[in-house]
């Protein structure tokens, strides 16, 4: 895939340096305002795609191999620089498509980049490729990758085997990443039994099949929950699975088993969140009965997620008269970005005189008293007291 380069350079090139400060380390706390200055470069290339594709193919090449020269220097902890680096692998990719380029030629080099990956940057590309990919090139990466997967195994000792295996498994992850795209169904559930099926692989089926046949899909959807049963700690798509779970009951007529399921929910873990999910499928003219009702329920509730359950839907009576009842040591357990909202909502509450220098009730040294120090928590433990001559 060599192309003659120009005689002169390009006056994109040499932003692309610029921005990169080459020779310069880039510290943390400069870490985002460099790769803001990468984007901006970025985006100029980006405009090139219609007018002159080949032009752009060319400067994001030289801006991803400037990039790997730059990791040595500078502090890419935040993560950054590695998004922008997937980004630049998206921009190439749509640049090549824009000029008409070979898909087998792109496939081919954006899998030899994801073998000498030294710094990680292409670990889970193939989600983000395949996301801009066009038919031909999500066909031609389908069938590159579907040959390593289908390579022979290794018949050498026992660490070559465990090799052989870890290659099909990261080649049979980037299938799944294609065929999803593909919305492919057959192709991604002939993968899972070659392979072995978990709950995000009855997710990804699920996500394919929803709107065409959403009988289907909740019947996928109710093997990933299955699944997700059997692993001690779930996994990461059970919390997707059960809200998907809900929306295809509804799809189906069966509000109401969706209702319970969220009511549920909101039971065994009563949050701002579970309350969103509830009131989602509650009726607007049932709305009043059901909100009394999740209020009531809430009782059981751990107090940082209560604080914010209540700050959330406006209960702020009943906020008050939950931190007057806490003990030290629950507050102690708050994390200042629980007590400071509530200290904030209660220092401004209608009817209660603020405190004393204004700001003063969020510079205490401890954030756990923020609230309970607010002047409407205290109001009402002084209603219950004489008052002080």
Not at 81 to 91: I, Q, S, T
Not at 141 to 162: C, I, K, L
């Amino acid at each position: 895939m060599t192309r003659q380069r120009p005689t002169h350079r390009d006056a994109l090139e040499t932003a692309i340096e610029s921005a990169l400060e080459p020779g310069h380390f880039v510290g943390y706390g400069a870490g985002a305002d460099f790769v803001s200055g990468l984007e901006e470069v970025a985006a100029k290339i980006g405009r090139l795609l219609e007018s002159n594709p080949d032009r752009a193919v060319l400067l994001y090449e030289t801006f991803l191999a400037g990039c790997y020269e730059k990791v040595e220097e500078l502090d890419g902890s935040s993560g950054n620089f590695g998004m922008f680096v997937d980004d630049l692998y998206a921009g190439w990719i749509k640049a090549r498509q824009a000029a008409g380029a070979d898909p087998d030629e792109t496939a081919k080099w954006l899998l030899a980049r994801m073998d000498d990956d030294p710094y990680g940057f292409t670990h889970q590309l193939e989600g983000d490729a395949a996301k801009v990919m066009n038919k031909a090139s999500l066909a031609a990466f389908a069938r590159h990758v579907r040959a390593r997967f289908d390579g022979e195994p290794s018949r050498g000792p026992e660490g070559e085997s465990r090799d052989a295996d870890h290659a099909r498994r990261r080649w049979s992850k980037v299938l799944r990443a294609i065929y999803a795209a593909q919305r492919d169904v057959i192709a991604y559930v002939t993968l899972c039994e070659e392979t072995e099926l978990s709950a995000q692989d009855c997710l990804a089926v699920a996500t394919l099949l929803r709107k065409r046949k959403p009988a289907e899909a909740l019947d996928w959807v109710d093997r990933g929950l299955a699944l997700d049963k059997k692993h001690p700690h779930g996994s990461m798509a059970s919390h997707d699975l059960a809200k998907m779970r809900r929306e295809l009951l509804t799809t189906l007529g069966r509000g109401s088993d969706a209702l319970e399921e969220a009511w549920a929910e909101f039971r065994e873990h009563p949050s701002k969140y579970t309350y969103e999910e509830l009131i989602r499928f509650v009726p607007k003219a049932r709305r009043a009965g059901w909100h009394a009702k999740a209020m009531e329920g809430a009782g059981s509730a751990d107090l940082g997620s209560l604080v914010g359950l209540l700050l959330e839907t406006k209960e702020i009576d009943r906020l008050v008269e939950r931190l007057r009842q806490a003990k030290d040591a629950e507050l102690e357990g708050l994390s200042h970005y629980t007590t400071q909202p509530a200290a904030k909502r209660l220092a401004t509450r209608k009817g209660v005189a603020p405190a004393k220098g204004g700001g003063a009730l969020l510079d205490l040294p401890s954030v756990d008293r923020e609230a309970r120090s607010s002047p409407a928590v205290q109001a009402g433990k002084d209603s219950a007291q004489p008052a002080s001559m």
